[in-house]
């Protein structure tokens, strides 16, 4: 099969294009109109694209909102990972402060990302994907911990990390909400210390006898 190019881009090429705008102007009007009256028709209009080139990408508007919340989850959790590994192993709580500030960060900035976070544990088909979101960062504090104490293993770990996880994401929540009267570095501070407490916990359990655990 011949692909011929236009305008020196090809048939594939113009359809990644074409989808990423789609992705960009979702962000827009997620951030304009919320999830709730998130629509084809906006998303299109936005884009300056016809509903034709919708299609071509996604099949309902749903798959444009997860395939948009996949991609904003993956860029918070990048940030993270990089935040968190330009600080020494052995330190932490730093490494913990940095994760967290980087996504923070990225929400307290960005109203249209902070928006989709915060409407997607009522949306239907959102909330899953943010119980995979909970996964991953919850994978990340596994490793940071395991980086610092290697003598613990992470599968031991997970539902210490899990919670955690899951209460830092809707502190989080609060506080760009307005509804938790604290500053942001009294919330990273407060989230990291959590983290280190629950490992220097863990340590303790790991150092018991058998017997008395």
Same mark, same amino acid.
């Given at each position: 099969?011949?692909?011929?190019? %236009?305008? $020196?881009?090809?048939?594939?090429?113009?359809?990644?294009?074409?989808?990423?705008?789609?992705?960009?102007?979702?962000?827009?009007?997620?951030?304009?109109?919320?999830?709730?009256? +998130?629509?084809?028709?906006?998303?299109?209009?936005?884009?300056?694209?016809?509903?034709?080139? +919708?299609?071509?990408? %996604?099949?309902?508007? =749903?798959?444009?909102?997860?395939?948009? +919340?996949?991609?904003?989850?993956?860029?918070?959790?990048?940030?993270?990972? &990089?935040?968190?590994?330009?600080?020494?192993?052995? &330190?932490?709580?730093?490494?913990?402060?940095?994760? !967290?500030?980087?996504? /923070?960060?990225?929400?307290? =900035?960005?109203?249209?990302?902070?928006?989709?976070?915060?409407?997607? !544990?009522?949306?239907? =088909?959102?909330? $899953?994907?943010?119980?995979? /979101?909970?996964?991953? +960062?919850?994978?990340?504090?596994?490793?940071? !911990?395991?980086?610092?104490?290697?003598?613990?293993?992470?599968?031991?770990?997970?539902?210490?990390?899990?919670?955690?996880? $899951?209460?830092?994401?809707?502190?989080?929540?609060?506080?760009?909400? $307005?509804?938790?009267?604290?500053?942001?570095?009294?919330?990273?501070?407060?989230?990291?210390?959590?983290?280190?407490?629950?490992?220097?916990?863990? &340590?303790? =359990?790991?150092?018991?006898?058998?017997?008395?655990?």
């Amino acid at each position: 099969m011949v692909t011929r190019a %236009f305008q $020196g881009a090809t048939a594939a090429e113009r359809v990644s294009q074409r989808r990423a705008r789609l992705l960009a102007a979702a962000l827009d009007v997620v951030g304009e109109r919320g999830v709730r009256d +998130f629509t084809m028709t906006a998303v299109c209009r936005a884009a300056g694209l016809t509903e034709r080139y +919708f299609y071509e990408s %996604f099949a309902r508007r =749903e798959d444009l909102l997860e395939a948009l +919340f996949d991609r904003v989850a993956a860029d918070a959790l990048d940030l993270a990972v &990089r935040a968190a590994d330009a600080v020494p192993p052995a &330190r932490l709580e730093d490494r913990v402060h940095a994760a !967290i500030g980087a996504t /923070t960060t990225l929400l307290g =900035e960005d109203h249209r990302v902070a928006r989709l976070y915060r409407e997607a !544990i009522g949306h239907p =088909e959102l909330a $899953g994907r943010r119980q995979d /979101t909970v996964a991953a +960062f919850a994978a990340l504090l596994d490793r940071l !911990i395991t980086d610092a104490h290697p003598d613990l293993r992470r599968g031991d770990l997970r539902l210490s990390t899990v919670v955690l996880t $899951g209460g830092v994401m809707d502190a989080v929540g609060a506080w760009l909400d $307005g509804r938790l009267d604290a500053d942001v570095e009294a919330l990273l501070t407060r989230c990291a210390r959590l983290v280190v407490a629950a490992a220097d916990q863990h &340590r303790a =359990e790991a150092a018991r006898p058998r017997e008395d655990r």
